[in-house]
């Protein structure tokens, strides 16, 4: 679950995470607030820690106090469209925007691998920020545990 108000930009390497893989969107982020009244603002490298890739930020000062979610939570699967040619494969993200640990919004995005673009894309900004990095993130490990198993046989 990653702040709904957090746009992030580049991954962030360096990050004090014990997990990074296990992070809401597949390893931590830098990026900037789009919380009204302090859009573009850059969080400190504790506030990305803490609030920002992590969602749920009742502490963070910039979290407005009326707000449709607290977080945007991720998870993804690939697959062929029925009647599509089977090398034509697809990502389906699915998300759900949260308040009070309760989903208040709900779908899915669409991704075609070979074209390399989303054929379903969420109407919010943000969301669709958060979605595009979630997938990098997807898209990474499923590469690299292909890897792995091409290794292991």
């Not at 989903?103 to 390399?116: K, M, R, T, V």
Request: net charge negative.
């Amino acid at each position: 679950m990653a702040c709904p108000f957090f746009m992030p930009k580049e991954k962030l390497e360096n990050g004090s995470w014990p997990h990074p893989a296990r992070l809401p969107l597949g390893c931590g982020w830098n990026g900037y607030c789009t919380a009204p009244g302090h859009d573009g603002e850059t969080p400190s490298e504790e506030e990305l820690r803490d609030f920002c890739n992590l969602g749920y930020a009742e502490r963070c000062p910039r979290l407005p106090r009326e707000r449709s979610w607290d977080s945007v939570r991720f998870d993804a699967r690939t697959f062929v469209a029925a009647g599509e040619d089977p090398s034509v494969r697809r990502i389906q993200v699915r998300y759900v925007c949260e308040r009070v640990h309760l989903p208040e919004d709900h779908g899915f995005l669409e991704f075609d691998l070979s074209q390399s673009r989303w054929t379903k894309r969420h109407l919010d900004s943000r969301v669709q920020r958060l979605a595009e990095c979630f997938l990098a993130s997807y898209c990474e490990g499923a590469k690299n545990r292909s890897v792995e198993q091409a290794a292991a046989s």
